[in-house]
């Protein structure tokens, strides 16, 4: 799988688990980097179930 297809494939990973509110975006303060995605608490709690 080409890099920008697995990037793509991360990312959609990624807004579902935002849009199932699993997880939430920290923005970095300097707007250099990318969004990063961090566990909320339903995101912990549904990995402590696991």
């Not at 799988?1 to 939430?24: F, P, V």
């Amino acid at each position: 799988m080409a890099w920008t297809e697995e990037r793509l494939d991360l990312l959609q990973s990624l807004i579902a688990l935002y849009n199932k509110g699993l997880a939430d975006v920290a923005v970095p303060a300097d707007g250099m980097n990318g969004d990063r995605f961090v566990a909320t608490d339903a995101g912990r709690a549904f990995l402590a179930q696991q």
